[in-house]
């Protein structure tokens, strides 16, 4: 269970403090439901996940974790550009504590980011697909109840779809996904429930469908 | 229903020292084999340093210095202070060189710039220790007369460098403009602390005024252990030394303490 119990933020800038980003947030995502974040570009759904993931700390309100939230996978975060793909991932067992098991999770990363021989090649090589198959890897190899995925599945091919939603289908029974995605059909394909972000508030939906909808009406025809 | 999410949490402690391992582990391999040869430029860096500063005394004649040979005299002083220089700017750019990292709340700014501290006072003193077996190749002896002086003098320049880097990674990420201001700074600091000339040739009253300053203190130090026969200054206080390092590690934990979370906002 998460608790996002009426955040707000805002950004330090070189200009003073920004505009608020959000403003008197509150849900609550209960254990085993999966939640897709809608909203227009700017709206604070990557902010949104960055507070929830702990990264980040709102200036008003407070974010209750219950269970155990992966770090927020999306846009190269957490994977040290010029270290192999084997590094970052001995990097990320060792912070988490797998040190004694570490063999068996690169071999699992390793075998579900199907990277190659670029497994060993710095991640500055590697094309925006090639990232999020190893972070999708990288969290999934340790026991979250709740992942966090900004975007990640949406550079990857039809095959790492595939994969992902695989992996998540036998994940089901006890881990759930907290996703921003603007591939409609990806977020129907994960989520059953929705919240949709808008004007710095968020609106929760139980049915993914109703927040995509609510969202659509919004936009200009 | 969520209770096997509990099962076995690790301490606080465990943690810190799984996370302070990885990144350790992590900055050596970078540190060490990034680039073409990166291990090589830790050596060439310093002792292209000392070679230069060798010829201009050999050229300008000045065989002894306060009583000891002008290499001795130069390779305890620059190493020293590279102690404290490197140490000091390696931790100071840690968190601009690990901010993806900070993705993981394990990860703490603080323990990215203690890390490496600890790994650039290790390289420095395997540096140090290669250097001087090197210039006895060229007739400088400068194995030391009191190890323990030349340790104590080294641990407390290092302790200074975690102080540095700690409260500098803090200003510089917080107001950039003020890690310029330092970098023109940097050269002075050199200077003063009496790393090319002698501060003993100085009159008492504008020395005491250099001596505010406690790179010097441990400079001096360093070059009191290599020989016996050095004509320290008198007015030497190790311990000042030692008060201005931890002092400013203090200061430097408490700075990334009360502004933890600007420094991993973005």
Not at chain 1, 21 to 47: C, D, E, H, W, Y
Not at chain 1, 130 to 147: H, I, N
Not at chain 2, 150 to 167: E, H, S
Not at chain 2, 170 to 195: F, Q
Request: charged content about 20%; aromatic content about 10%.
């Amino acid at each position: 269970m998460i608790i996002v119990d009426d955040i707000y933020k805002r950004y330090q800038t070189d200009h003073g403090p920004s505009k608020w980003i959000l403003q008197g947030v509150s849900f609550v995502i209960p254990p085993r439901v999966s939640v897709g974040l809608v909203g227009r570009n700017g709206a604070g759904k990557s902010t949104l996940l960055r507070l929830i993931g702990g990264v980040d700390q709102p200036n008003r309100g407070y974010v209750e974790r219950r269970c155990r939230v992966s770090w927020p996978m999306g846009f190269g975060g957490g994977l040290q550009m010029s270290l192999t793909g084997r590094q970052n991932a001995k990097f990320v067992c060792r912070i988490h504590g797998h040190e004694a098991d570490m063999d068996d999770r690169i071999a699992y990363i390793q075998d579900f980011a199907e990277l190659g021989g670029s497994f060993d090649e710095p991640i500055k090589t590697y094309s925006s697909g090639m990232k999020s198959r190893l972070q999708f890897g990288l969290s999934l190899a340790f026991d979250f109840d709740v992942y966090i995925s900004d975007e990640v599945t949406s550079t990857g091919d039809a095959a790492f779809k595939k994969k992902a939603q695989d992996a998540f289908k036998n994940l089901a029974d006890h881990a759930s996904l907290i996703m921003v995605s603007h591939g409609e059909g990806t977020l129907k394909q994960f989520c059953t429930a929705g919240i949709w972000l808008n004007d710095g508030t968020a609106h929760w939906f139980d049915d993914i469908n109703d927040a995509l909808k609510a969202y659509k009406d919004t936009l200009p025809k | 229903m969520i209770k096997h999410v509990y099962e076995n949490p690790r301490t606080h402690l465990a943690i810190t020292l799984g996370v302070w391992k990885a990144l350790l582990l992590r900055e050596a391999v970078s540190r060490i084999s990034a680039g073409r040869a990166a291990w090589a430029w830790l050596l060439v860096e310093p002792v292209i340093h000392i070679a230069f500063m060798i010829v201009i005394f050999t050229v300008v004649r000045m065989r002894a210095v306060g009583g000891i040979e002008t290499g001795a005299w130069l390779i305890a002083g620059l190493m020293s202070f590279f102690m404290f220089k490197r140490a000091g700017t390696q931790a100071r750019n840690a968190l601009n060189a690990n901010s993806t990292l900070f993705a993981y709340r394990q990860v703490k700014p603080v323990d990215t710039v203690l890390m490496r501290a600890l790994l650039e006072g290790f390289l420095s003193i395997i540096i140090t220790v290669i250097v001087c077996i090197g210039a006895l190749f060229f007739n400088i002896n400068v194995a030391p007369d009191d190890p323990l002086t030349v340790f104590v003098a080294f641990f407390g320049l290092w302790l200074i460098g975690i102080g540095y880097g700690l409260i500098l990674s803090v200003i510089t990420t917080l107001v950039s403009e003020i890690g310029k201001v330092i970098d023109i700074a940097m050269t002075p600091i050199y200077m003063v602390s009496g790393v090319i000339f002698p501060l003993a040739n100085l009159p008492v009253s504008f020395r005491k005024v250099l001596l505010l300053n406690p790179l010097a203190h441990g400079v001096e130090a360093a070059r009191m252990g290599v020989s016996s026969y050095y004509h320290v200054i008198p007015e030497l206080d190790i311990a000042y030394l030692y008060e201005c390092g931890l002092g400013s590690i203090f200061l430097g934990l408490a700075l990334h303490r009360y502004f933890e979370t600007k420094l991993i906002m973005r």
